[in-house]
Every structure is written in C-alpha cells, then in structure tokens.
C-alpha cells in the first residue's frame, strides 16, 4: 500500500464563490439562473408527473392493429421429438495403457514432447535453448 499525494484528498471539495470576469457577465448569468427557475415553475405546473398529482390514463380511440403474415408465408409448426434418450453421464477418462512411451519431455519452453526412448530422453535433456 502507498501513500497518495494531496491532490487525491477527499477534503476541502467545497467551491468558492463563483467571479465572473466583468459585471456584464454576472448580470448574465443571473438572468439566465432566473429564467431557468421560471421555466422549471412552468414546467412543474404542465407536468403533473412532477408536481405530485396524479397522472390520468389516455385513452386510446383506434385500436392497434394486428399483423399476421400473408397467405402462404405462414410458419409450418412441426412438434418435436419426444425424449428418447436416457441420462448425459461423464465418459470414463481416457488413459495411456501402453508400453511405447516412457515418458514427457519439456523440449523447449512449455512445448510437451513423448519420449519413446532412453536416447530421445537424453538427446532432449542436451538441447540448448
């Protein structure tokens, strides 16, 4: 664990009070903030989603209508198979049950190679990287 420099701090994130560059631009920006609350009020009292009543239903006149595909594009249903088959269980594990190779041999990083020899074992052994 390491220690972190002080611009990670989870403290003193308050921000100052806001400068503007010239009296023209607080002016502005507090035009624009009181627009924004009246539109906000607006807003508040056209939407009843947000002004804390509830919404009424709509009412829909025309139904939605239904599509169904032409006449002769119609899927053909064909039911499924029964089950048939019995339990999916694990195949036994397959072992080497033979003679021939004597062994595993790393050649050449992790590249496995069978040995079949004594002679294969130690030329392996010699080879260099």
């Known amino acids: 664990m ?7 701090s989870t403290t003193g994130k308050k921000k100052g009070k806001k400068k503007f560059a010239s009296s023209a ?3 502005k920006a507090r035009e624009l903030a009181e627009l924004w609350e009246q539109k906000q009020k607006e807003w508040n ?7 804390g009543k509830s919404v009424k239903s709509i009412k829909i006149e025309k139904p939605f209508p239904v599509y169904s595909p032409p006449p002769g ?4 249903k064909i ?5 048939t088959a019995g339990p999916c269980t694990k195949p036994e594990q397959k072992v080497y049950t033979g003679t021939k190779v004597k062994g595993i041999g790393t050649m050449h990083k992790s590249n496995a ?3 079949f020899s004594d002679e294969e074992a ?3 052994s010699k080879m260099r990287r």
């Open 122 to 124: 130690v030329d392996i």
């Open 2 to 8: 390491h220690l972190e420099g002080p611009w990670l």
């Open 45 to 51: 009292q056209l939407s009843p989603k947000f002004s």
């Open 73 to 76: 594009r119609e899927s053909v």
């Open 25 to 27: 631009h607080a002016r």
């Open 79 to 83: 039911p499924s198979l029964p089950f």
């Open 113 to 115: 190679v069978p040995i």
